[in-house]
Structures are given as C-alpha cells and as structure tokens.
C-alpha cells in the first residue's frame, strides 16, 4: 500500500498498547479507523482520545474469540465505509504462566489463549476477507505474532509460544493463497519488537470470561519490573519498546508491501538463524530460557 488518506482501517484489541498505537498512527496517515476491542470502557476512552487529537476514528466493542461478534464488526465497517483497505488482527492475551511446564499447564488457559490469539486471527480472515478480495481493491491484512513462537518459542511460556507459532503460519499460508488467487490483498505478520513492548497483555485477565475461568487461582501477573528483575539475574540486559514505535514501523513496512515486520535485532536474527541451521543440520535445539 502506498496510499492511506482516505481509505479504511479495523484493528483489534485497539483499547491499548500497540493495537492503540497502530489505529493512531494509521489516523495520523489519514485513515478512517474502526478501533475493536472486548474491554468497552477502555475503548470508549481510547475512541475519544484519538478523536480529539483530529482524528477520524469510531469504536466497536468485539470479543474476537466469538465468530458472530467479529462478523457483526465487518457488517458494521463495510456498513459504514464501504470498504476495508486495511485489517489488523491484533487482539491478544498472555495468562501468568511463566515456569510453567506443559504436563501441568491447565486446560482452561490453552482454551482462553488459544480462542484468542488464534481463533481470533481466523475469524478476522474468515468474517472479512471474502468482501475485501469482492472489491478487489490494494488492502492488506496484518496478522500481530511474536518473537516468542512466531520467531523461535521460549520454553517458560509454552501456552503464548505456541499461539504465537501458530499465527505465523496461518500468515504464511494465506500470503501464498492471496498470490495463487491473483488477488491485490496482501498479508502481513507483525512482530512487535525488538524488545518487551509497554503493554498491559500482562493483566490480561481482566478481560478473561467465565467460560475461560481459570482451574485454580492465578498466580499474579508478572509486570514490567519482574521481568527485569529476572532477566538481570540471569545476566541479561532488558529493554522496553514502546508502542509507537512499534506502529511507525508497521506503517513504514506496509508502504513497503513487507510481509515480515520485524524489527532489527542483531539478537533476534542470531536465534533465528541458530533455529534454522539446527533444523537443516538435523541438530538438536539449544536451550535458551530467555
């Protein structure tokens, strides 16, 4: 996409962090912008902070894990501008699951992540992508992975990695399958980075519905400064990226056609390459915690 003035954009998960960082920066590039998000107060403040900085921009509460809700939103939006030239599905949560081993991680917390992270991104395909390729108008559909499991998993987060992982091939698969259609939409997946981004997908569980109740009491969420206090023990820097950031590189990605958005992170590249050399050389994975 070269052009964004004019043309419509949905993001979900918009009340905050980067979902709120992408649906400004897409406003400030003139676009009409449909925020979505399950947590309604945060999005009503959200709609109207952005409204008065000048910008364009309407709130739809969705809770992405339901297909009708989502489809409701697509009705709504193609509704409203006629048109979607821009679909973010980046609604997503995190349970407090650090150290948590597989054979004891419960079922309820891969339900809730899982109808999220995953099911989430396939109802925004399914509930909008027939009507954008109908148009066959330039657009792109941006799917919001992670390092952790899209790129290669940390082992101390095993629900999230495997979310992540999956949002990363499903992304890939539909970039290949908007080619053998000839369509102009294109797709995208996002890796918000190089470093832990300011969000609040730690507290996620505020937003947790009754039918994803945790089996046992949650231990409580990890914040910002407990993740560098434990990655300073284990010798490790820790660096915080900001949302906006995150959004400025998106916006700059997207003008490129980019289907990988990621940052630079010499870091990053290093596990990415060690990943695939193993895989090629039939050689066992490393371990790393962090």
């Known amino acids: 996409m070269r052009e964004f003035g004019g043309k419509t954009a949905v993001v979900t998960g918009a009340a ?9 920066r897409f406003g400030q590039a003139g676009m009409r912008v449909v925020l979505a ?21 309407t709130g739809v509460v969705t809770d992405v894990t339901r297909y009708d809700s989502v489809t409701a939103l697509a009705r709504h939006t193609f509704d409203t501008y006629g048109a979607v030239h821009l679909l973010c599905n980046n609604a997503g949560v995190g349970t407090n699951e650090l150290h948590t081993m597989l054979w004891q991680s419960a079922a309820s917390d891969w339900r809730w992540v899982l109808a999220v992270n995953v099911w989430g991104v396939l109802h925004g395909i399914k509930a909008f992508v027939p009507t954008m390729l109908e148009h066959g108008e330039e657009g792109h559909v941006v799917n919001t992975s992670s390092g952790n499991g899209g790129l290669f998993p940390l082992p101390m987060t095993p629900i999230y990695a495997t979310s992540k992982a999956a949002v990363t091939t499903i992304s890939e698969v539909l970039h290949y399958q908007l080619q053998m259609v000839g369509a102009k939409l294109k797709a995208s997946v996002l890796f918000p980075g190089p470093h832990t981004v ?11 519905p009754a039918e994803f109740a945790p089996e046992s009491t949650p231990a409580p969420a990890p914040t910002l400064e407990d993740l560098r206090a434990m990655m300073e023990s284990a010798g490790r820097a820790f660096q915080v990226t900001q949302p906006g950031e995150v959004a400025e590189y998106t916006l700059a990605a997207l003008r490129r056609d980019q289907f990988w958005i990621v940052p630079p992170s010499a870091e990053s590249d290093a596990r990415v390459r060690e990943r695939m050399e193993s895989i090629l050389a039939r050689r066992d994975p490393v371990l790393h915690l962090w």
């Open 16 to 24: 905050s962090g980067v979902g709120r960082a992408l649906g400004r």
């Open 37 to 57: 998000d399950v947590e309604s107060a945060a999005l009503e403040r959200t709609t109207a902070e952005l409204r008065s900085e000048g910008l364009d921009v």
């Open 198 to 208: 300011n969000t609040n997908i730690f507290q996620s569980a505020r937003n947790r």
